[in-house]
């Protein structure tokens, strides 16, 4: 991973939960352009999800250094231990909640980052979207999560206990440190699409 003191330096291995269909802004895409050899693990609920995020890194070259796997996020344990025979648990590593915490309840989501908290060396870090509930009614209620359960940034910061947000701390996914102005411009987005999802990097703290 880029060695950014933002967000974790030195950190050379991902645990990306809740991967989905890997395609177009994948985790897996973010890594073969800027670290294809760093180590990772892309775990999912469902067959298909998985089938298809291995045909991809297969089909990448990353087959050496990264797999798919199907675990339950609801439960934790089984997923870290079966993640553990791939990634070095006892060196820090960047784990990735991409929009998977809002289809979990409150004590799942609690008792799965209570769980990565546990489990992961000091100076892991957690990289966490969520759809936001900081919006009016009439809004939230056209988000296109669907299944989802949108939560307020103070909800997502008590899920996030015990962890040390990274600034700017929990913030919508777009401010979430743009890219700078002499970077080439990025695909159009939709702006007002982005003011649903919430985006925090948090850091294990070091001698926890």
Not at 13 to 35: I, K, M, N, R, Y
Not at 86 to 113: K, S
Not at 130 to 149: E, F, N, R
């Amino acid at each position: 991973m880029p060695s950014d003191t933002r967000s974790g330096a030195g950190v050379d291995q991902v645990l990306d939960l809740g991967c989905g269909l890997l395609s177009t802004g994948s985790v897996h895409e973010a890594l073969l352009d800027v670290a294809p050899a760093v180590r990772s693990v892309h775990v999912d609920l469902d067959v298909v999800a998985v089938e298809r995020a291995q045909t991809v890194i297969t089909a990448s070259g990353r087959n050496a250094v990264a797999a798919a796997v199907r675990g339950d996020l609801r439960q934790p344990r089984p997923l870290l231990q079966q993640a553990s025979g791939r990634l070095d648990l006892a060196r820090p590593l960047a784990i990735f909640v991409v929009g998977a915490l809002a289809h979990l309840t409150d004590d799942e989501a609690a008792r799965l980052l209570a769980a990565l908290r546990q489990a992961t060396a000091p100076g892991s870090v957690v990289v966490v979207t969520h759809a936001s509930a900081d919006v009016h009614p009439q809004a939230a209620a056209l988000q296109p999560t669907v299944g989802a359960q949108p939560r307020s940034r103070r909800m997502l910061r008590s899920l996030l206990t015990g962890f040390d947000l990274v600034e700017p701390g929990i913030t919508w996914a777009t401010d979430w440190h743009p890219d700078p102005p002499d970077r080439p411009e990025p695909e159009p987005i939709n702006l007002h699409a982005s003011r649903y999802l919430l985006a925090a990097v948090a850091r294990q703290r070091v001698g926890q």
